[in-house]
């Protein structure tokens, strides 16, 4: 079935990088965007970045931008991310996620990782 | 950024009855709209996508509706598994800037 496991998170003290994976299986990786999206304890859903299927086109929230990194290795079907510079307010569970349909297929999000919790903590 | 207001914050709701939640976006979105449905120490599960569309293995109990800027979500009749937190999300933007709500969590009257 189509899944998707991360790993790589733990704690971090601040300014810090860690540098979180997902790996894929069930489907032809090679053919989807991919994109990262966070939670923080006892908070909503903030997207956090996106990559397209062949990684030429990448975007990031502002949040993170010019201190994250996306990236993926489409022959290890593979998805990371390379977050520097943390923050206190980078602390959450990172869920990597296919967006699907939509226009130019970046729509809804399925499946979902099951999570990998970064903690930024002196 | 288009904002999404989710209400209520909190909903409470005996099992068997129905559950009306709504989600606003701070400007259209046409049908542009998922819902999910999240439990505690899970990732969140695509629920209704296209505003109304079931995704595959949904009851019909859950069912979407609304279009512009204003959604709803509603449970017709409430089963013990239902209790969790739901989060509206729009995919109307190009780059995509995907933006989701603040999430309703429905809980045992």
């Known amino acids: 079935q189509v899944q998707l496991v991360e790993s790589g998170g733990g704690l971090v003290k601040p300014g810090g990088s860690l540098r979180l994976s997902c790996a894929a299986s069930g489907f032809t990786f090679s053919d989807y965007y991919m994109s990262w999206i966070r939670q923080a304890p006892g908070k909503g859903l903030e997207w956090v970045s996106y990559?397209?299927?062949?990684?030429?086109?990448?975007y990031y929230a502002d949040s993170v931008k010019g201190r994250f990194t996306i990236s993926r290795d489409n022959a290890k079907n593979s998805l990371y991310l390379q977050m520097n510079s943390l923050r206190a307010e980078d602390t959450a569970v990172y869920y990597c996620a296919r967006p699907i349909g939509g226009v130019r297929g970046v729509g809804w999000f399925d499946p979902w990782g099951q999570g990998t919790l970064v903690t930024v903590s002196s | 950024e288009i904002v999404m207001t989710q209400s209520p914050a909190t909903l409470s709701v005996s099992p068997g009855e129905r559950a009306t939640l709504s989600c606003r976006a701070s400007?259209?979105?046409?049908?542009?709209l998922a819902w999910y449905q999240q439990k505690p120490g899970q990732a969140p599960r695509l629920l209704i996508y296209g505003a109304s569309t079931r995704a595959t293995g949904i009851p019909a109990r859950f069912s979407g509706s609304g279009s512009g800027t204003e959604f709803t979500l509603t449970i017709s009749s409430l089963q013990s598994e239902d209790f969790a937190v739901y989060y509206c999300?729009?995919?109307?933007?190009?780059?995509?800037?995907?933006?989701f709500g603040q999430g309703t969590k429905v809980e045992i009257k």
């Open positions: 990559i397209s299927s062949s990684g030429s086109t990448i």
């Open positions: 400007q259209s979105v046409s049908s542009n």
């Open positions: 999300q729009q995919y109307n933007n190009w780059p995509p800037t995907w933006t």
